[in-house]
């Protein structure tokens, strides 16, 4: 079986919504990039239902909880990069050469402002492609299947055609020959790799956001177990929107799977009971928990 939850659920326990008071996603939604904010919403909205995934998902965010990285671009250029991609490009590099020669003398005869922006895109491209290799250069081996994504993207960077990006003065006046060619082969040739930089960048994003709330909020992270273990183990489990909250520790499994939940009013069992919800939800959608341990939960189809 799935998981599902239903529009009332998650109203009721307050998950989603960038702009509700209170929301579980605010909370997490503290990303620098507009990228990662979409990716961070992708994450929310489709859940893992495969234990694998999510100790895959788990042990990169505690890769990135323990290193304690710091998002190594900024924002804006990342901002302007994504600019300059979705504006375009010409496979003919006689054309990209026409197009730049025309702008550059409406910017000198009028007030149009493409020539310059062309500039200051590929001038950031430079800026986060150069950052991305010397964080990728100093950031320590990461275990898991991530690794081969890092692989990836160092061996774009590698390439000799980018590598030359490195000797680049971003600060210096750039020739004509030089925007060319790269106008050229960043949105042509290289278009594809490029891009996957970027959501590489992206994903760096959400998962130093993550872990760092996690790491604020003393949040960890669970290990899902196959469907046969059949348990659900948290200790000192709190609602992640209530601070200074008391913990409940809960375990409930195959022979001991019924909750008897009594108390006064206003005592918190209506809190408990979202806290247990929340987890769940927490653990199939960015393998996080808001409670001081989790040793076990079992998922599957």
């Known amino acids: 079986m799935g998981f599902g939850i239903d529009k009332q659920t998650l109203d009721e326990l307050n998950l989603l919504g960038k ?7 605010n909370l ?26 999510i100790n895959e998902r788990t042990s990169i965010f505690g890769f990135f909880q323990k290193e ?10 990342v901002g302007l990069m994504r600019e300059y991609l979705d504006y375009g490009g010409t496979k003919n590099i006689l054309g990209v050469f026409a197009g730049t020669i025309v702008k550059r003398v409406l910017s000198s005869l009028t007030r149009d402002d493409r020539y310059k922006k062309n500039i200051q895109g590929l001038q950031s491209v430079i800026a986060v492609m150069n950052k991305c290799f010397y964080f990728l250069e100093t950031m320590p081996a990461i275990p898991g299947p991530y690794a081969e994504r890092v692989k990836t993207i160092r061996a774009i960077l590698a390439d000799k055609r980018i590598a030359r990006l490195r000797d680049i003065d971003i600060y210096q006046s750039m020739p004509i020959k030089t925007l060319v060619y790269y106008n050229h082969l960043l949105k042509t040739k290289l278009q594809n790799e490029v891009e996957d930089v970027l959501s590489f960048i992206y994903e760096i994003d959400v998962n130093i956001n993550v872990s760092t709330i996690a790491r604020n909020k003393g949040f960890v992270f669970a290990e899902a177990l196959s469907p046969e273990q059949n348990v659900f ?10 601070d200074k909250a008391i913990g409940n520790s809960l375990e409930l499994a195959e022979n001991s ?9 206003m005592a918190g069992k209506s809190t408990l009971m979202k806290s247990v919800g929340i987890s769940l939800y927490f653990i199939v959608k960015i393998a996080c928990s808001s409670s001081r341990y989790i040793n076990g939960f079992a998922i599957g189809k």
């Open 68 to 77: 304690q990285l710091a998002f190594p671009v900024d924002t804006q250029q």
């Open 257 to 265: 799977n019924v909750l008897f939940l009594t108390g006064a009013n």
């Open 28 to 53: 997490f939604n503290q990303v620098k990039t507009r990228g990662g904010e979409q990716l961070l919403d992708k994450i929310f909205r489709l859940p893992l239902e495969d234990a694998a995934q």
């Open 233 to 242: 183990s948290a200790i000192d489990l709190r609602h992640p929107s209530v």
């Open 19 to 25: 702009f509700r008071n209170g929301s579980v996603y």
